[in-house]
């Protein structure tokens, strides 16, 4: 059974090029730091015409690796992060299938442990 990140941001205004250039800049930084190049990674859905107010929407898909887990998982958020900073009066929606991931204003998108060194390690992690 697969799990997978989802992520979307909507508002009634579309992207400016500025906004655009801003979420090319941070995929591409997320792309070159990912630390599995044989792993999904943040990827971003090509725009869909039926959703106007659709800024951005993606997914990826979670590891099977348990070890692969809790690095992944930070990595995307890490960049989900730094989309929502880049794009703050969008209307956000992130979630694993049927848990909604937290925003906070200070430490942005994270789910707890997911920088636990001890939890990796026990899992198998890096």
Not at 106 to 113: I, S
Request: negative net charge.
């Amino acid at each position: 059974m697969s799990v997978s990140l989802y992520y979307r941001a909507r508002r009634a205004l579309p992207l400016t090029e500025a906004e655009s250039a801003e979420v090319e800049r941070v995929v591409a930084a997320h792309l070159a730091a990912f630390p599995y190049d044989d792993q999904e990674c943040l990827t971003l859905y090509a725009r869909n015409a039926d959703e106007p107010d659709e800024l951005l929407a993606g997914s990826t898909k979670m590891p099977l690796d348990p070890g692969r887990l809790l690095p992944v998982v930070a990595s995307v958020l890490d960049a989900l992060t730094e989309l929502r900073r880049a794009l703050p009066d969008g209307e956000w929606h992130v979630h694993m299938d049927d848990l909604d991931v937290p925003w906070d204003e200070d430490a942005g998108y994270a789910l707890p442990g997911m920088r636990d060194p001890d939890l990796i390690a026990e899992l198998g992690g890096p």
